[in-house]
Each structure stands twice: as structure tokens, then as C-alpha cells.
């Protein structure tokens, strides 16, 4: 039972460019969300999160949207730089606020490669 | 180091075996977690320590996986009669409860391959 789904393995895009990463859930309770990206060799590093009584979270060329109506939720990066190039992974939990907090659940993630 | 030491990197051992993998979170991270990574999936949830208790295990696949946390810092998930599914990347994790963000600080990961 794979609660969140990212469905495209991998993305490719031309330096400069949007990429746009997406991300569904089934769970209702999960109330907060958060991407991490991942380098070969390391461990995944926190990139953005978001809280669900926000539709938009902006963080320098990161910005995360949510629609919970359509338990959805996306990572723009603009533009997009050779360096962003690596696993991008969306996770969630429930129970913000509490200790749930580090209780994640992951997608599988998506492979970004940014041509230069 | 500032970051979540994990040891070992690699680690190779035969079905049947017993492994220990060391986690040495972030100094004053009071809260620690365990996470799997198999091959094409995303890190899986395993054990969460706040201080020397084990919080939440629920992520323990069975009775052959354990972890301690004795004196509230440095961690040890420890395997007993290793089997070839249990090859996977395993993470530990650090943060700071009650942070704004709740964001976790991962190490480098323990390589597990079981022959």
C-alpha cells in the first residue's frame, strides 16, 4: 500500500528551464509535507516543506504547492541549475507538532537530470 | 563532524550472520531515527528513539531487527540471522523536536548486502 506516489521515475529538463516534480497521497491524515533531494552516496538532505493549511510554500527558486482536495502536491524548481540534478524524494506525516513529526513516509522518488 | 556519522559504509555479510550498524547523530538531537532504503524505493521507516526510549518501532519488519539508544546519543540497529531481503541502504536520522520544520538530518547511510 504505497501512500505516496511519485509516478514519473525520472525528469529531464535544459538548464534554466521549470521543472516541476509531482507527488500524491492517499492518507488524509498526513498534515505536512516536505522534499528532500538526494546526491548519489548521501544521505537525503531537507529541501522545502509545507503544512497543510497552506496551498504554497517559497523558498528562493524551490516552491511547493498542495491541493489537498486533489491530495496533490508539486515542487517547482526555477530555474533549474545542472546542480539540482539528483534524486528528488516527497515525503509526509501526520500529527504535526508532535513527534509523528519524524515518522515519514516517502515516495520513491523521481531522478532530475538538468542539461546544461 | 557537524553531521549524522553512520558506520560502517558498506558492510557485507553471509545469510544467517548477526550485524550491528552504529549511528552518531547530531550533538544536542534528542530525537534519532532508523530508516531503510532498498534498491528503486524510498526510505522506509524502521524505529524512532526519543532520548534512550524507543518511541515508536512499528517499523521493525519482525523480532530479528532491534535498536538502543542507552544513554541517549549514539544508536545501534542490530540484526540477527541476516537474511538476502534485509540487503538494503539503512539511514539514520537526527532532528531537533519541536523545531519549526520538523525536518530530519540524515547520514550517509550503512550498505547492507547479505550473501
Known amino acids: 500500500d504505497q501512500q505516496v506516489k511519485q509516478n514519473s521515475p525520472s525528469l529531464s529538463v535544459q538548464e534554466g528551464r521549470i521543472s516541476i516534480l509531482n507527488c500524491d497521497y492517499t492518507?488524509?491524515?498526513?498534515?505536512?509535507f516536505l522534499w528532500y533531494k538526494k546526491y548519489p552516496a548521501e544521505g537525503p538532505t531537507f529541501l522545502i516543506s509545507?503544512?497543510?493549511?497552506?496551498d504554497k510554500n517559497e523558498d528562493g527558486r524551490f516552491t511547493v504547492f498542495l491541493n489537498k482536495s486533489a491530495k496533490h502536491l508539486s515542487l517547482h524548481i526555477v530555474p533549474s541549475q545542472p546542480g539540482d540534478s539528483a534524486v528528488y524524494f516527497c515525503?509526509?506525516?501526520?500529527?504535526?507538532?508532535?513527534?509523528?513529526?519524524?515518522?515519514?513516509?516517502f515516495g520513491q522518488g523521481t531522478i532530475l537530470t538538468v542539461h546544461p | 563532524g557537524a553531521g549524522v556519522s553512520q558506520t560502517p559504509s558498506n558492510k557485507v555479510t553471509e545469510k544467517g550472520k548477526y550485524v550491528e550498524l552504529r549511528c552518531d547523530p547530531i550533538?544536542?538531537?534528542?530525537?534519532l531515527y532508523w530508516y531503510r532504503q532498498s534498491l528503486g524505493q524510498g526510505p522506509e521507516f524502521l524505529i524512532y528513539?526519543?532520548?534512550?526510549?524507543?518511541?515508536?518501532d512499528s517499523g521493525l519488519p519482525n523480532d530479528r531487527f532491534f535498536a538502543v539508544r542507552p544513554e541517549g546519543s549514539v544508536s545501534t540497529l542490530k540484526i540477527q540471522r541476516t537474511e538476502r531481503g534485509d540487503s538494503a541502504v539503512y539511514l539514520c536520522?537526527?532532528?531537533?523536536?519541536?523545531?519549526?520544520?520538523?525536518?530530519?538530518?540524515f547520514g550517509e547511510g550503512s550498505r547492507l548486502t547479505v550473501l
Open positions: 536520522a537526527s532532528s531537533l523536536l519541536g523545531g519549526a520544520t520538523g525536518e530530519l538530518f
Open positions: 492518507n488524509s491524515m498526513f498534515d505536512y
Open positions: 509545507i503544512s497543510s493549511i497552506k
Open positions: 515525503a509526509a506525516s501526520a500529527g504535526a507538532g508532535g513527534t509523528s513529526y519524524g515518522k515519514l513516509t
Open positions: 550533538s544536542g538531537h534528542t530525537a
Open positions: 528513539f526519543q532520548g534512550t526510549g524507543a518511541a515508536d
